[in-house]
Each structure stands twice: as C-alpha cells, then as structure tokens.
C-alpha cells in the first residue's frame, strides 16, 4: 500500500512542480525550457514524433508525472526510519533532480545546462524540493 500511496504522492507532487514551474515562466524566472521539455525535444524526440505538434507540451507535462509517480512510488519503498524524517522527502527530490543531471541527461546526450542563471538553478532546486515535501508530506509521513 505504501508504494502505491508514494506513487499517488509522486503525482501530486509532479503536479505541484508544474504549477511552480508555470508561475516561474510566467514571471521570467525560467527562461531556457524545463528539464521535461529538454528530455522531450532533445533527448528522445522520437517519442514526440507521432503525437500532433499541438498536443506534444500535454504530453510532454503527462511524461513527467509518470516519472514522478515513479519516483514517488520509488520514495515509498525506503526504508520507515528514513521516511519518518522530515527532511528525507525534499532531500529525496533533490536527488532525483541530481541523479537527472548526472546520469540521465547524459545518457540521452542533452547539453549540460551551465547556461542558465543562477535564478533558474534555484528555480529548479525549489521546484524538486517542493516535490520532495509533497511525497513525503501530503497528509501524514508514507509508512
């Protein structure tokens, strides 16, 4: 039950990264794209092919809350004493976001990101973070 109250968790808590990562680009705050949209467009865009050019950003939006059912089905499986700790949820999300950065956007072949500013850096750290409080928050702590 855990595991699938984690991937719950994992999908509110994508759908709160979207909103804020919405709010940011609206206000400026994120200018160079998303690492959803870098993935979509750069690293896998035969996956993107066969959809309609004006349904890919939905689908693009759709991909990234499975990965983050995933990842918060993922969060669910840790051990109890490490997910009783409040801090382990923001620092889980933050992990995803450096395993990202480190392993996937590689793998994929993406430019690395030191192009953007600092302001999006945090942008993004927040977004994750709130993800990660989300997953382990939403109610009461995954046991």
């Known amino acids: 039950m855990r595991i699938v109250l984690g991937g719950f968790r994992g999908l509110v808590g994508a759908m709160s990264m979207t909103g804020a990562r919405t709010l940011a680009s609206e206000f400026g705050l994120l200018t160079k794209g998303t690492p959803p949209e870098r993935v ?13 050019r004006d349904m890919r ?13 995933a990842g918060g ?7 109890r004493r490490w997910r009783r ?7 889980f999300g933050l992990v995803l ?8 956007a ?20 927040a977004d994750h973070v709130l993800y990660g409080l989300v997953v382990s928050r939403l109610g009461r702590p995954v046991d």
């Open 97 to 104: 976001w450096v395993g990202y950065l480190t392993g996937i």
């Open 106 to 125: 590689p793998l994929l072949g993406l430019r690395l990101e030191r192009r953007r500013e600092v302001r999006e850096w945090a942008v993004l750290a």
């Open 57 to 69: 950003p939905a689908t693009v939006d759709l991909l990234h809350l499975g990965y983050g059912s």
């Open 85 to 91: 700790r409040w801090y382990t949820g923001p620092l």
């Open 40 to 52: 979509a467009e750069e690293g896998v865009p035969q996956i993107l092919r066969p959809v309609a």
């Open 73 to 79: 089905a993922a969060y669910g499986m840790l051990p």
